[in-house]
């Protein structure tokens, strides 16, 4: 009897640390600075990586990317900030609906920097 509670509550304890795992693994939602979601930003559109812009509200947005995990494969991690945080031309194109990220589109004065120190086409 005593062997069967104890068998009982170890397969107890190892089906909460799974489900503890599983919703710990679905709650990737990360607050970040401006300058670090410029960043995330920028790989929207990169065929090696999975990121794209979800959208934007009033006061925040929101960019979902995707993070290889040796372990566990693929996890989408959502990052977010707030509309204050970001440079004013790429509030107006959030705020108007379209994406600053698409390719051709002018991200920022970061994006413009780099278009300026590249090599001009032959």
């Given at each position: ?31 970040v600075d401006g ?36 372990l566990a494969g ?49």
């Open positions: 009897m005593k062997r069967k509670r104890v068998v009982a509550v170890a397969v107890l304890v190892v089906l909460t640390l799974a489900v503890l795992t599983a919703l710990g693994s679905c709650q990737n939602l990360k607050h300058s670090e979601f410029l960043q995330r930003a920028e790989s929207i559109g990169n065929p090696w990586t999975d990121s794209k812009l979800i959208g934007a509200t009033n006061v925040d947005v929101y960019l979902e990317s995707g993070v290889l995990n040796p693929w996890r989408k991690i959502v990052y977010w900030t707030e509309l204050a945080n970001l440079p004013a031309e790429i509030v107006a194109k959030l705020r108007a609906g379209t994406n600053p990220w698409k390719e051709g589109a002018d991200p920022g004065s970061h994006a413009a920097d780099q278009k300026s120190n590249s090599r001009p086409a032959r």
